[in-house]
Antibody, heavy 120, light 109 residues
Framework: QVHLQESGPGLVKTSQTLALTCTVS??????????WSWVRQHPGKGLEWLGY???????SQNSSLKSRLTLSIDTSKSQFSLRLSSVTSADTAIYYC????????????WGQGTLVTVSS | EIVLTQSPGTLSLSPGERATLSCRASQTITYTYLAWYQQKPGQAPRLLIY???SRATGIPDRFSGSGSGTDFTLTISRLEPEDFAVYYCQHYDSSPSLTFGGGTKVEIK
């Protein structure tokens, strides 16, 4: 398992871009063992997969967000990032970064989550 | 796109009882890619089961998973106080895409 830590602003203004970074430790981000992922959870609701990025830069994204979501990775810093543009109050949620294991095909490590509130 | 439907929405049971949670897929899925998670209030989810029936590292053997095709089950043989939580199933497909079920809350009766 790896350790993941999200960072970024907790408050974003409506129509602006939400940007979060996840720092990976305990394993190399370039190991190839994981798809580096983002999952969000609206207050009191279920889990929503947003997308993942592989160390090579290959991405896969939830089609419902595809036009607004950008994923990137910086292997030199052991970080991967999310940018979600044109946010509305519907994007208010807890955002988790998580490691999706290619071995067991499950999210076996998660960050603690960060609450992002979108408000005007 | 595959949809995962979990039932029941809420399960009210007493400690020591058996819990049976269902996850139904909208089409046949590969069992290898079906996982279960536990989430407690204020915490991130925790992987319990992967490959439909394999327990993740450190997961007690009172948790078991089964199923194939479109119907999958998570069973908790005897509920401990710490097992009262929300449980999610999740599927990975080769498109590639990931989907979560809506969750089942196991609450103390």
């Amino acid at each position: 398992q790896v350790h993941l830590q999200e960072s970024g602003p907790g408050l974003v203004k409506t129509s602006q871009t939400l940007a979060l970074t996840c720092t990976v430790s305990g394993d190399s981000i370039s190991s190839g063992r994981y798809y580096w992922s983002w999952v969000r959870q609206h207050p009191g609701k279920g889990l929503e997969w947003l997308g993942y990025i592989y160390y090579s830069g290959t991405t896969s994204q939830n089609s419902s967000l595809k036009s607004r979501l950008t994923l990137s990775i910086d292997t030199s810093k052991s970080q991967f990032s999310l940018r979600l543009s044109s946010v509305t109050s519907a994007d208010t949620a807890i955002y988790y970064c998580a490691a999706f294991s290619k071995y067991d095909m499950g999210f076996d490590s998660w960050g603690q989550g960060t609450l992002v509130t979108v408000s005007s | 796109e595959i949809v995962l439907t979990q039932s029941p929405g809420t399960l009210s049971l007493s400690p020591g009882e058996r819990a049976t949670l269902s996850c139904r897929a909208s089409q046949t899925i590969t069992y290898t890619y079906l996982a279960w998670y536990q989430q407690k209030p204020g915490q991130a989810p925790r992987l319990l089961i992967y490959g439909a029936s394999s327990r993740a590292t450190g997961i007690p053997d009172r948790f078991s998973g089964s199923g194939s095709g479109t119907d999958f089950t998570l069973t908790i043989s005897r509920l401990e106080p710490e097992d009262f939580a929300v449980y999610y199933c999740q599927h990975y497909d080769s498109s590639p895409s990931l989907t979560f079920g809506g969750g089942t809350k196991v609450e103390i009766k």
